[in-house]
């Protein structure tokens, strides 16, 4: 190989040094772009968790408190509706007492009557 041969080697291996040289500094540049972007996004994601989880815990407060005024109703009805229950067996129990009272006392049936009609 002649002399201009080397030099024209030598040329082309020095553009591809300093293109990749090039390459790899752009590259880098990207790199730390990328990692500021996915900074940013980590710290917008961090955020949105944070108000997502406050605004669970307000609507799961909120149910709560729905879930146990509701139940509160619910136990005030039962005890109600239990209590005209007992009121109207009382009062069914009186009455039959009372009609009980007022009937004429059935005649003995002797053992053997009732053996009969069977």
Same mark, same amino acid.
């Given at each position: ?7 024209? $080697? ?16 752009? $590259? ?53 509706? $239990?209590?005209?229950?007992d ?20 005649a ?11």
């Amino acid at each position: 190989m002649d002399l201009q041969s080397w030099a024209a $080697f030598a040329a082309i291996l020095a553009a591809l040094v300093a293109n990749f040289a090039m390459t790899s500094r752009k $590259f880098d540049k990207l790199d730390t772009k990328i990692d500021g972007v996915e900074a940013r996004l980590d710290s917008k994601i961090d955020r949105l968790g944070s108000r997502l989880d406050s605004k669970i815990d307000g609507v799961e407060a909120k149910l709560d408190g729905k879930i146990d005024s509701v139940r509160n109703e619910l136990r005030d009805e039962m005890t109600a509706g $239990f209590t005209r229950v007992d009121a109207r067996l009382a009062m069914i129990e009186q009455r039959t007492f009372d009609i009980s009272l007022r009937l004429p006392p059935a005649a003995p049936v002797a053992p053997a009557e009732v053996a009969r009609e069977a």
